[in-house]
């Protein structure tokens, strides 16, 4: 049964080792899996989306519009412009800690935290968690897409448990950083809400 | 376990090597770059890679290797099979020996690239077979075809993956035993060299191979007619893929004609699809190939079919291809008068393109050119780089950008045109090795007086950090003669040439309003590390004197640096510490601290 998983951020905050973990768990688990990610200039500070799709063998790397299972947003406002892939019903996990474009402080354009975060719960079933905070009190920012992960399984959000992403994860990333990482995780499931349904 | 999830070039790249490949070169490009440092990364030891200096010489070092009956893969993205044109023209009517994969990535989109140009139609032009594919898995036997029809028809074959093949990642389980090709070495022979004589012959013999490969195409595993109807699509690459996943969810059985094998155009196949349907949807990225080819077959066997497609308006012209945009060209096509889903509203939020990184040395070198000619009447040229970002506000200092090379020469023909202007050429460091030297040497002979300013970062950043000629590292990680581009420029006769630092914004700037009162080309050289690279020192922080009057914004639009709610505000986690922002606070309210 075909299960996608959108995964939004900017630039560096690490969606694509958020999507290979996903995917590899889907793998491990026999799942024929594809992912479809923002790579090269795009990457630079912009808007970046990866896209795990599960159980995908006869379809494309992109999910459509509409048809994502959940959304996990690691910025407010990337949460909020990727909404509508996320199908009607679909799971929303947003972390909170804003981080406004440059170019809308040069252009005067507004970032309206309130407005973006209504958005969201009107539109979605929606759950936010700080996981800026908690990766910073792990130790790294840079576990932000750990963090995230380890919400969002704990959640139920993903066809996975929270061991399987664990040994996923565990089975990217360098040794040296397992024990952040693990560090991380904990902390992201400390995070957990209920997911209004 | 179902298998190990690797993006499209890493899968390619293991299809080469067990097709036997000993030789790839290339020049780094978005989408295709992995591709060789996947090789050079599983490298079982035998294969020669290299990034060369230019997609023309990794074309000719491919080549030469197949000449010694070597098995070579060129890469590289679609517009620098522009540059690489020349000798791939001549090795059509050359031929090859060891089997020739040239793989160019074709960018729908564009997502990365200054072209939307279709690789199949130059294949078509050139001459020589390609190969389209519609998923990474299909890639990967089509790579290792493509060798094997390399050698069968003694030409070069094209693999055009797209972006989303590229960079789509996908579960791959093959692990197949290398096929053991050995060169036997460069036998002379009066057929390696292109006199117009040879040239007639091998034309005539050209075009034989055309109608020979065509026919082989129609038998292709990689072409199929699927599934039936009287209604038809035909599609190709990641269209195809598209277009499945649509037809899917439309529930809508119908006639499929997928072509991975596209040129020589698998005619006969072709036909027998056009006999059996009434309406042909044709939906296909970037060029009509495709579309051109079953209306040229319909004509020539007078079939009673409707074709349509991107020259019916059927289909879109440009842009890259998606799942929405297959299900509207089918609805469109085939089923009228049903309307369209409606879009859902957009999200209020601001946009967010990709910007210079935090602490990046090219902001710290156009600032201080900036600040240096201030007042002063100035047209900045660019090229092709991470710093074609300096075009944007607040920096604003890339006034042109046409392809790997031209600030150099732009320049040049400016002030030949008598431009009342001070012209200064932005330039990376692997851009000047691949075309800007060559610019350079037409400045000196020419009698220019332009400025280039080369922004050396030491790597190939935009790419993903690739050595090259300047680094002293081979992509092999071996240690190698470092090219050194101050001493080159002074070598090939400028008038002027200093080595900068970027941060030291007062001491730059002195040297660039120096260098542009030079008479004859002068050459600036900015030398500072990719930030990307660096791991920070320090970290800067707003003070009590911040009044937030937003110049640190203003002048450098650094993406650390955000104001909401008239508020300055450092985001720890991106700043490199670079100081930049220190020294434009008119309040001295900004900091360094250091970071533990």
Not at chain 1, 101 to 125: A, C, F, G, R
Not at chain 1, 168 to 191: Q, S, T, Y
Not at chain 2, 98 to 106: F, I, P, R, T
Request: a negative charge; aromatic letters at 6%; glycine letters at 10%.
């Amino acid at each position: 049964m075909n299960f996608d998983v959108l995964i939004a951020g900017v630039g560096g905050q690490g969606t694509v080792l958020a999507s290979k973990i996903i995917g590899k768990a889907a793998a491990d688990k026999g799942f024929f899996t594809r992912t479809g990610e923002t790579i090269g200039m795009a990457q630079r500070g912009g808007s970046v989306v990866s896209h795990v799709r599960i159980d995908s063998e006869d379809l494309s790397p992109l999910i459509p519009i509409g048809r994502a299972d959940v959304l996990i947003a690691f910025e407010p406002s990337e949460a909020a412009r990727n909404l509508c892939r996320l199908k009607k019903g679909g799971k929303c996990l947003v972390n909170t800690r804003p981080m406004p474009p440059v170019t809308s402080s040069i252009l005067e354009e507004t970032y309206d935290e309130k407005k973006i975060i209504e958005y969201i719960s009107q539109n979605s079933d929606s759950c936010f968690v700080d996981g800026s905070g908690a990766a910073e009190e792990a130790g790294s920012i840079k576990t932000l897409n750990v963090v995230m992960l380890a919400a969002a399984s704990e959640m139920g959000l993903l066809p996975f448990g929270t061991e399987e992403i664990i040994k996923a994860m565990e089975g990217l990333l360098p040794e040296k950083a397992v024990e952040m990482n693990k560090k991380a995780f904990d902390a992201g499931i400390k995070l957990v809400c209920e997911v209004e349904l | 376990m179902s298998g190990q999830l690797l993006i499209g070039n890493q899968i390619m790249a293991r299809g080469a090597i067990a097709a036997g490949v000993r030789v790839v070169s290339g020049y780094p490009g978005t989408p295709s770059t992995e591709v060789l440092e996947t090789v050079a990364e599983i490298n079982p030891g035998d294969i020669h890679v290299e990034w060369s200096v230019n997609e023309k010489v990794a074309m000719e070092v491919a080549a030469g290797a197949s000449m010694c009956g070597a098995r070579a893969l060129v890469t590289m993205k679609q517009v620098g099979l522009n540059v690489a044109a020349d000798p791939l023209m001549s090795l059509a009517y050359l031929g090859v020996k060891g089997g020739m994969v040239v793989l160019v990535a074709d960018d729908p989109g564009p997502i990365s690239s200054q072209t939307e140009q279709d690789t199949r139609r130059f294949a078509e032009h050139a001459n020589l077979p390609v190969l389209d594919p519609a998923t990474p898995g299909e890639a990967y036997e089509m790579m290792k075809a493509a060798f094997e029809l390399s050698e069968k028809v003694a030409l070069p074959v094209i693999l055009r993956p797209t972006t989303r093949i590229c960079h789509s990642t996908e579960a791959f389980s093959k692990e197949e035993p290398r096929r053991e090709v050995l060169p036997d070495g460069f036998r002379k022979d009066p057929k390696w060299v292109i006199f117009p004589a040879l040239s007639y012959r091998n034309h005539i013999a050209l075009e034989g191979k055309q109608r020979a490969i065509a026919k082989m195409f129609s038998k292709s595993p990689f072409n199929a007619v699927l599934g039936e109807g009287e209604a038809g699509i035909a599609a190709g690459g990641m269209a195809y893929s598209y277009a499945r996943e649509a037809l899917a969810s439309m529930g809508a059985p119908m006639r499929v004609l997928k072509l991975g094998a596209v040129y020589p155009f698998p005619e006969e196949l072709a036909v027998s699809f056009l006999r059996s349907v009434k309406k042909v949807l044709v939906l296909e990225e970037l060029d009509d190939v495709i579309e051109q080819k079953l209306l040229e077959a319909a004509g020539k066997h007078h079939l009673d079919v409707e074709i349509m497609g991107k020259r019916t308006d059927h289909a879109p012209v440009a842009g890259e291809y998606s799942f929405e945009a297959a299900k509207a060209a089918i609805e469109g096509a085939f089923m009228p008068g049903l309307s369209a889903e409606e879009a859902p509203a957009c999200a209020p939020v601001p946009v967010r393109p990709p910007v210079l990184c935090a602490g990046c040395s090219h902001r710290a070198s156009f600032y201080a050119v900036k600040k240096a000619m201030r007042g002063k009447n100035a047209v900045f040229t660019g090229d092709i780089g991470c710093y074609t970002l300096g075009n944007a506000a607040p920096l604003e200092m890339v006034d042109t950008c046409l392809c790997m090379g031209a600030s150099v020469t732009i320049a040049q023909g400016m002030q030949c045109a008598g431009n009342d202007a001070k012209h200064i050429a932005f330039i990376g460091d692997s851009t000047f090795f691949h075309s800007g030297i060559t610019g350079l040497v037409n400045a000196v002979y020419n009698k220019t007086n332009i400025t280039i300013a080369v922004l050396n970062n030491a790597t190939t950043a935009m790419t993903g950090h690739q050595p090259h000629p300047g680094t002293g590292e081979t992509m092999m990680r071996e240690v190698s003669q470092a090219v050194d581009i101050a001493g080159m420029a002074k070598a090939c006769g400028a008038a002027y040439v200093r080595r900068l630092d970027p941060f030291d914004t007062e001491g730059a700037a002195a040297a660039v309003r120096e260098a542009a009162e030079v008479d004859g080309p002068s050459v600036l050289v900015f030398d500072s590390a990719c930030a990307a690279r660096i791991k920070p020192k320090f970290f800067a922080v707003v003070g009590e004197g911040c009044t937030g009057c937003k110049r640190c914004i203003r002048e450098i639009g650094c993406p650390a640096i955000s104001g909401i709610g008239g508020r300055i505000g450092i985001e720890k986690s991106l700043c490199m510490g670079c100081s930049l922002c220190v020294e434009t606070c008119p309040q001295q309210a900004i900091r360094l601290e250091v970071r533990k």
